[in-house]
């Protein structure tokens, strides 16, 4: 083994989270990547598959922007779909709704 600078505490810390955080029945795991690229701020994203649970969903916007934050806002994430905004914040601490494309990801089981 070799050196570890972890406490007994730390190292059962850490084995606690995995074992909190895992996904159960791994062989079961489905990852669905897609992209939105309609002019919609707001919309829902269908998934390809259906999955068994409520997925864990993943956004990221595809914006190069330096002076302007945007950011994609999910919400009722059901097996099926999910909701989504997109808002922006200028420079001047102004939120707007805006069109900006994104990538998703989903994951979670499937039967």
Do not use: W
Not at 11 to 38: C, F, M, P, W
């Amino acid at each position: 083994m070799t050196n570890c600078n972890f406490t007994t505490n730390e190292v059962d810390t850490k084995l606690k989270n995995l074992e909190t955080n895992k996904i159960e029945s791994a062989g079961n795991l489905h990852i669905e990547r897609g992209q939105k690229t309609s002019s919609d701020a707001t919309g829902t994203i269908n998934f390809t598959t259906d999955f068994t649970s409520t997925p864990f969903v993943f956004c990221q916007v595809e914006d190069d922007s330096t002076s302007i934050l945007k950011t994609i806002t999910v919400s009722s994430v059901t097996s099926k779909r999910f909701l989504f905004t997109c808002i922006q914040v200028d420079n001047t601490g102004t939120v707007s709704l805006v069109s900006s494309p994104f990538f998703y990801t989903a994951i979670g089981e499937i039967a």
